[in-house]
């Protein structure tokens, strides 16, 4: 009762400060918090409807399905749809992402200190600090991180608000093809989606409810509401930029130790868990190649999504979702297994043309 009570507040909080933690570091990719285009806001909050919610369903029935974290789970879930060994590999791929994300995090934090903080040190020697900070603050339990990522967050948001930082006005403009690929990017990878975080977070509360609704609406309102909070920040004062930092610290550890959670839980050698965290986080303190590694940010996340819906929507049984979802009308799954088998997998390719359009050009 406590572990479902705990989990109730537990992945919403994560969503939300979390949420807001990684479109703070993938905005700038997209050029939102210069421009402030209203047309790419609007299209941002719709493909928070029509792709975010379809796949945080995703996540939570998988998570009711299977009883375990994502990497364990897939052995259990291919069996269960005669599908190849192959599908696992999405497992994998996401948990290696997830300290990779950790240190893009790390590096936009870095690069923060060294333009707000006036610190003497190079970026690259900043980030190895925070990085090994955030490696030892894994270790802390995560109720006391998250809460310092949420209170983070809001200090910093507050902040900027009180310290006069000016937004630019909202403009309307024309809808471009390339900004399909930012939106897609901003409403999956930086709301946390595919890589299993609130499915390993909510498992006490999905064992014992029947509706995966319960769960899944105070995760996505979370997310919503880190969107519509962005919309009021700018880093443009010391203060609210360092106050960004800690949360963005802590967040990156909460990332850190759900991937280690996952590992463990494939009985991987302490010492390869280990390594893994600290290869994929501190590849990012190699000069020179940021702009390569934000790029396969954007995209691995979305492969990631992309793998975990077509999976979910053309390869599990039809009946193992629908007991697991338990939606109140036969319409609301029809309508969420359109959205997994076609609107998503069509969305996330599309996307991925428009961003390595935009990288090519």
Same mark, same amino acid.
Request: a positive charge; one cysteine or more.
């Given at each position: 009762?406590?572990?479902?009570?705990?989990?109730?507040?537990? @992945?919403?909080? *994560?969503?939300?400060?979390?949420?807001?933690?990684?479109?703070?570091?993938?905005?700038?990719?997209?050029?939102?918090?210069?421009?402030?285009?209203?047309?790419?806001?609007?299209?941002?909050?719709?493909?928070?409807?029509?792709?975010?919610?379809? $796949?945080?369903?995703? &996540?939570?029935?998988?998570?009711?399905?299977?009883?375990?974290?994502?990497?364990?789970?897939?052995?259990?879930?291919?069996?269960?749809?005669?599908?190849?060994?192959?599908?696992?590999?999405?497992?994998?791929?996401?948990?290696?992402?997830?300290?990779?994300?950790?240190?893009?995090?790390?590096?936009?934090?870095?690069?923060?200190?060294?333009?707000?903080?006036?610190?003497?040190?190079?970026? /690259?020697?900043?980030?190895?600090?925070?990085?090994?900070?955030?490696?030892?603050? @894994?270790?802390?339990?995560?109720? $006391?991180?998250?809460?310092?990522?949420?209170?983070?967050?809001?200090?910093?948001?507050?902040?900027?608000?009180? *310290?006069? @930082? &000016?937004?630019?006005?909202?403009?309307?403009?024309?809808?471009?093809?390339?900004?399909?690929?930012?939106?897609?990017?901003?409403?999956?990878?930086?709301?946390?989606?595919?890589?299993?975080?609130?499915?390993?977070?909510?498992?006490? +509360?999905?064992?014992?409810?029947?509706?995966?609704?319960?769960?899944?609406?105070?995760?996505?309102?979370? +997310?919503?509401?880190?969107?519509?909070?962005?919309?009021?920040?700018?880093? +443009?004062?010391?203060?609210?930029?360092?106050?960004?930092?800690?949360?963005?610290?802590?967040?990156?550890?909460?990332?850190?130790?759900?991937?280690? &959670?996952?590992?463990?839980?494939?009985? *991987?050698?302490?010492?390869?868990?280990?390594?893994?965290?600290?290869?994929?986080?501190?590849?990012?303190?190699?000069?020179?190649?940021?702009?390569?590694?934000?790029?396969?940010?954007?995209?691995?996340?979305?492969?990631?999504?992309?793998?975990?819906? $077509?999976?979910?929507?053309? $390869?599990?049984?039809?009946? /193992?979702?629908?007991?697991?979802?338990?939606?109140? @009308? &036969?319409?609301?799954?029809?309508?969420?297994?359109?959205?997994?088998?076609?609107?998503?997998?069509?969305?996330?390719?599309?996307?991925?043309?428009?961003?390595?359009?935009?990288?090519?050009?």
């Amino acid at each position: 009762m406590q572990d479902n009570a705990m989990s109730r507040w537990l @992945s919403p909080l *994560m969503a939300f400060g979390l949420s807001f933690i990684i479109i703070a570091t993938l905005a700038p990719m997209t050029g939102i918090q210069v421009e402030r285009q209203l047309d790419f806001w609007l299209l941002w909050l719709a493909t928070m409807l029509i792709l975010a919610l379809p $796949i945080t369903y995703l &996540e939570i029935a998988l998570a009711k399905r299977s009883k375990t974290t994502a990497l364990q789970a897939l052995l259990s879930l291919t069996r269960d749809a005669d599908a190849s060994q192959k599908w696992r590999l999405v497992g994998w791929l996401a948990v290696v992402f997830i300290p990779f994300l950790a240190g893009g995090l790390l590096s936009n934090a870095a690069q923060i200190l060294n333009q707000y903080a006036a610190a003497d040190l190079a970026s /690259h020697v900043l980030f190895v600090i925070v990085a090994i900070f955030a490696l030892a603050l @894994s270790l802390v339990p995560r109720q $006391i991180l998250l809460l310092c990522t949420a209170v983070a967050v809001v200090a910093a948001l507050v902040l900027s608000m009180v *310290m006069g @930082s &000016e937004l630019p006005a909202w403009q309307v403009t024309s809808i471009e093809f390339s900004e399909w690929g930012s939106a897609t990017v901003l409403a999956l990878v930086a709301s946390g989606l595919g890589m299993g975080l609130y499915w390993q977070t909510s498992l006490p +509360q999905v064992q014992q409810q029947s509706a995966a609704t319960s769960t899944v609406l105070p995760i996505w309102i979370a +997310q919503l509401l880190a969107v519509v909070a962005f919309a009021f920040f700018a880093v +443009q004062a010391q203060i609210p930029a360092l106050a960004l930092v800690v949360a963005t610290v802590a967040a990156a550890a909460v990332l850190l130790q759900l991937a280690r &959670e996952q590992l463990a839980q494939r009985q *991987m050698a302490v010492a390869i868990q280990w390594i893994v965290l600290i290869a994929a986080t501190l590849v990012w303190a190699i000069p020179a190649i940021g702009p390569v590694f934000n790029f396969a940010l954007l995209l691995w996340g979305l492969v990631i999504c992309l793998i975990y819906a $077509i999976f979910a929507g053309w $390869i599990m049984k039809i009946s /193992h979702l629908r007991k697991a979802m338990n939606f109140s @009308s &036969e319409a609301f799954y029809n309508i969420w297994r359109i959205a997994v088998r076609v609107v998503l997998p069509v969305s996330i390719v599309v996307a991925m043309v428009a961003l390595i359009g935009q990288w090519i050009a």
